[in-house]
């Protein structure tokens, strides 16, 4: 089967580093994107790893393992705004390009 | 930044009655898809088109849904006679492709449906 596990919330302070786990298991593996959603919003797109390591975009980082089926999205100088739902989604190996979701980590940024 | 687009951002609808939901993919875009999510779950994959034809679908995509592509633009989904637990906020979705800088889905900001 088809498993995706990732924290169901987490709790951090304005300015600080967080870190969100996902780990996974599916039928082949062609990537791994982390969304932002906030409540009532579509996803948006933060990162994609395919490769083993860690991608740098800004505040946000992601890092990969395929070996370990692990990944986590570091959040650094959180701000209040940060405050939202982060989905892990990972792209199996099939030929529509389909997306399996994890539940999502509710992230609480508080002052 | 060119977006996806999807109307309407809500609808009510009696059970027994067909929905249809429509998506304006980026224009760009050869790869579409529509997701799902239920209040508090999480987000579920339906179905994804390419080249004017269904080139994955899931489990929850039965009898009961379609998709087509009427024009160059328009991308919709479908629910025949519609039941209590299609309630779900409706996103529709676009790539350009599958390779490696050219997979990232976009999705729009959804169509919340309330069957009733």
């Known amino acids: 089967g088809q498993n995706i596990d990732q924290p169901t919330e987490m709790t951090a302070t304005e300015g600080a580093i967080v870190q969100i786990n996902c780990t996974y298991q599916t039928s082949g593996f062609n990537g791994l994107f982390w969304y932002q959603q906030h409540a009532g919003e579509a996803p948006t797109f933060l990162s994609y790893?395919?490769?083993?390591g860690l991608e740098e975009k800004g505040r946000f980082s992601s890092f990969l393992s395929r070996s370990k089926g692990y990944s986590y999205l570091l959040l650094k100088e959180l701000q209040m705004k940060d405050s939202a739902s982060y989905l892990c989604a990972v792209r199996p190996a099939s030929q529509g390009g389909k997306l399996i979701f994890g539940q999502g980590t509710e992230l609480s940024v508080k002052p | 930044e060119p977006e996806v687009t999807q109307t309407p951002s809500h609808q009510v609808t009696q059970m027994g009655q067909e929905v249809i939901l429509r998506c304006v993919p980026i224009?760009?875009?050869?790869?579409f898809y529509w997701y799902r999510q239920i209040l508090g779950q999480k987000v579920e994959f339906l179905v994804s088109f390419y080249n004017n034809e269904i080139s994955e679908k899931s489990e929850i995509f039965d009898d009961q849904f379609s998709v087509e592509r009427p024009d160059g633009s328009n991308f919709t989904l479908k629910i025949r006679s519609t039941k209590l637990e299609d309630s779900a906020m409706y996103f529709c979705?676009?790539?350009?492709?599958?390779?490696?800088?050219?997979?990232?889905?976009?999705f729009g900001e959804g169509s919340w449906l309330t069957v009733v």
């Open positions: 790893n395919v490769l083993d």
């Open positions: 979705a676009s790539s350009q492709g599958l390779g490696l800088r050219r997979n990232t889905i976009y």
């Open positions: 224009s760009n875009h050869l790869y």
